[in-house]
Each structure stands twice: as structure tokens, then as C-alpha cells.
């Protein structure tokens, strides 16, 4: 799954053209690696998200397609 998706579906990014437009901007790193939003997220994958001040990294825990609100926070794991 591309990542502007995952982030977009994992719900660590509210809206998949904000993920794309961080992506673009260097704001997303994946295993300590400035990423795309064409990368192609897999299991075990560390991300790390910094928009403004604010800093999250994240392991992924599984990639689903779809997946219900209340699911969403099981598809990652904090570091």
C-alpha cells in the first residue's frame, strides 16, 4: 500500500492529499530514510512524522485496505 494511503487509513494523517503534500515536503521518514507517498509501506516499517513541532514515530504493525475507525490505532504500534 502506497504510503499517503496508509496514513490516510491508519488515521495518522487526518486527509490523503495532507499525507501526500508532508511526503513531498520531506516531513515523513520511513526507517530513517526521507520517503515518497509511492513508497510502499510493509510490516515492520518504522515511520516517523514531524509537522511542526510535533514529532510521532510509529512501527507498522499490519496494512489493511480498509479498516473501521474504531480499528484503525491496531494497525501501528508507538516506538
Same mark, same amino acid.
Request: a neutral charge; proline letters at 6%; hydrophobic letters at 20%.
Given at each position: 500500500m502506497r504510503l499517503d494511503k496508509y496514513l490516510k487509513?491508519?488515521?495518522l494523517i487526518k486527509?490523503?492529499?495532507?499525507a501526500n #503534500?508532508?511526503?513531498d515536503a520531506g516531513k515523513i521518514s520511513v526507517n530513517d530514510k526521507i520517503a515518497r507517498a509511492s513508497y510502499d509501506v510493509k510490516v515492520g516499517d518504522v515511520i516517523e512524522i514531524t509537522l511542526g513541532a510535533r514529532s510521532v514515530k510509529v512501527r507498522v504493525t499490519e496494512v489493511k485496505e480498509v479498516v473501521r475507525?474504531?480499528?484503525a490505532s491496531a494497525m501501528? #504500534?508507538?516506538v
Open positions: 487509513v491508519s488515521r486527509r490523503r492529499t495532507v #503534500e508532508a511526503c475507525k474504531e480499528d501501528y #504500534e508507538p
